[in-house]
Nanobody, 120 residues
Framework: QVQLRESGGGLVQAGGSLRLSCAAS?????MGWFRQALGKEREFVAA????????YYADSVKGRFTISRDNAKNTVYLQMNSLKPEDTAVYFC????????????????WGQGTQVTVSS
């Protein structure tokens, strides 16, 4: 059983930056970041392979967000730059998908989420 804890969310103005962290209680393989805005379904943001060699991004964040990991610390990061009001959501990290890493339904392990609010 892996426990995940996100941190780093907050309120930022449009154009600003935030870095989210996801600390895992043990070793993980593929990790993903997802977000859920009020009244909307959870959507894929980014994913990273266990080694960190492969990364995947949603088109909406490509070029602005960067996912990375430090396996020595069992931590995954999401650097978010050029933030937009439409990035406002609760951001969740998830671990060890059983299938397509872009599909939230194949992840068994989730953090509690961290709120990101981008003001215009």
């Amino acid at each position: 059983q892996v426990q995940l804890r996100e941190s780093g969310g907050g309120l930022v103005q449009a154009g600003g930056s935030l870095r989210l962290s996801c600390a895992a209680s043990g070793r993980t393989f593929t990790m993903g970041w997802f977000r859920q805005a009020l009244g909307k379904e959870r959507e894929f943001v980014a994913a990273i392979s266990g080694s960190g060699e492969r990364t995947y991004y949603a088109d909406s964040v490509k070029g602005r967000f960067t996912i990375s990991r430090d396996n020595a610390k069992n931590t995954v990061y999401l650097q978010m730059n050029s933030l937009k009001p439409e990035d406002t959501a609760v951001y969740f990290c998830a671990a060890d998908p059983l299938g397509n890493s872009r599909d939230p339904y194949v992840y068994d392990y989730w953090g509690q989420g961290t709120q990101v609010t981008v003001s215009s």
